[in-house]
């Protein structure tokens, strides 16, 4: 299926300046992607952590570098993934995005966070924060936008993260949400959520000190 995100015969992002050198694009989107994850950081979006708060998240972030910011995808998805040995996750289908998105904030609002201890609490947001991000939900800059809206949500729960140590080991967190992601129709369930909760409790952990 032919990709409308990016430019014919290439895998670069159609984007407003008209880039088409990957590393060059690269570049620029990490320059203003950063100034906007540090203004997020700082401030956040107010919100009520539904689906619109989402996609404001999206296109805080992106808005300087693709028209599409904020937008939910149109087109289905696959990423090899190196961890995985090259298979893909099974990211939502593109009609099933909105509905599974909103399914998991709802279930979000009802969870007593207050009445957890801090690993049971790393366990259930962990297990959150990579429901969302298995969506999938954008073209690019999915763990950006999922990670930073997951710890701006912690800290309005009264439980904030070390942003910094995620950010840090952004590589690790990455993979830690494929892991944890790792189910598949044929193959059955292969995820492990223990190496996202255990880098989410120490956040909690580091938190308690900010």
């Known amino acids: 299926m032919k990709d409308p995100y990016v430019y014919p015969h290439t895998e670069i992002l159609i984007n407003k300046f008209n880039i088409k050198d990957q590393d060059l694009l690269n570049s620029l989107e990490a320059d203003f992607t950063s100034s906007r994850l540090k203004d997020l950081i ?122 910094d140590l995620l950010k840090d080991n952004s590589d690790y967190v990455r993979n830690a949400l494929v892991a944890a992601s790792a189910t598949f129709h044929d193959i059955g369930d292969k995820s492990n959520l223990k190496y996202l909760a255990t880098i989410i409790e120490d956040a909690m952990e580091r938190g308690k000190n900010i």
């Open 42 to 163: 700082l401030y956040g979006i107010p919100g009520d952590f539904n689906l619109e708060h989402l996609l404001k998240f999206h296109y805080t972030i992106f808005q300087d570098v693709y028209n599409w910011a904020g937008q939910i995808r149109t087109i289905n998805m696959e990423k090899p993934e190196p961890v995985l040995g090259g298979i893909s996750i099974e990211y939502s289908a593109i009609e099933n995005i909105e509905s599974v998105l909103i399914s998991i904030l709802s279930k979000m609002k009802h969870i007593q966070w207050n009445k957890l201890d801090v690993k049971q609490k790393a366990v259930v947001f962990s297990r959150y924060m990579a429901d969302l991000w298995k969506v999938h939900p954008f073209r690019e800059g999915n763990t950006r936008t999922i990670v930073t809206f997951c710890c701006y949500y912690a800290e309005k729960e009264g439980f904030p993260l070390d942003t």
